[in-house]
């Protein structure tokens, strides 16, 4: 029996008062295992508790979720057969980004494209093992452009500003992961936010994921100090915005209940059109739905 090492999701998640819109999509979620059909990696950072697909699924059903992008989990290295065989089962209704590495060949992308992921992911967040080789990173990232995927990319906010330059060279389409990371208590004028809003404003690339509130968030739930930053981000590039709840919330320090976090979208995305943009056009032409 593994011992998990991080807790699982809020098991009592409530039906959120905000009516999400038809077709809404989690465009930021994981499945973790069960691990005695998809193994943990060997060397990871953490071990959670099995959240499987159907917990997903019931998960989805009761927040009025149509879509969803399953994140592969560093948890499970660069196996990627979780979300694999989930989008097989889904109907076409969901979508997933790769963790994969250098050894990956072209054939092997296409096969993950043809299973119906979009994008891949790195991470540059030291709890989770801070900077991947940067060779391997380029050399992914040319491999990537040719199927136009994006990349989506994990930062602590404190190192955002360090690759603000490089980011702006990418050759493909990025996503910032949790609203860069900052933290709601340094404000909307920290270098870290500026620079994720400079990013957004001058680099048609660069999409942002509003989600984390309760990363952001310094003050804990229902995580409304994170709200503002959500706000200023859909502000300045509504069509390059997407949201996701993160559930099921690896490594917080205060976890959330997921009918709060939906809870969240009208203060920051008051407007029912900026609703159907953020929550199901923008996911749809992302990630090809």
Known sequence: MLQPTIPGPDPDTRTPKFRLPALACDAHTHIFGPHAKYPYAEGRPYTPPDAPLEDFRA??????????????ASVHGTDNRVALDAIAESGGTFRAVANIDGSITERDLRDLHEGGFRGCRFNFVRHLGGVPDMGVFHRIVAM???LGWHVDLH???IDLPEYAELLAK???RYTIDHMGRVKASDGLD???FRTLIDLMQRDE???VKVCGCERVSSIGPPFHDAVPFARKIVETAPERVIWGT???HPNVKAMPNDGDLVD???LFAPEPALQQQILVDNPARLFEF
């Open 205 to 207: 690339k660069c999409w």
């Open 246 to 248: 993160d559930w099921p």
């Open 264 to 266: 969240l979208i009208p």
């Open 170 to 172: 990418l050759p493909v």
């Open 144 to 146: 990537i452009a040719e």
């Open 190 to 192: 920290q270098l870290p």
């Open 155 to 157: 930062f602590d906010a």
């Open 59 to 72: 998960l989805h059903k009761k927040l009025g979720i149509g879509r969803a992008v399953i994140v592969n």
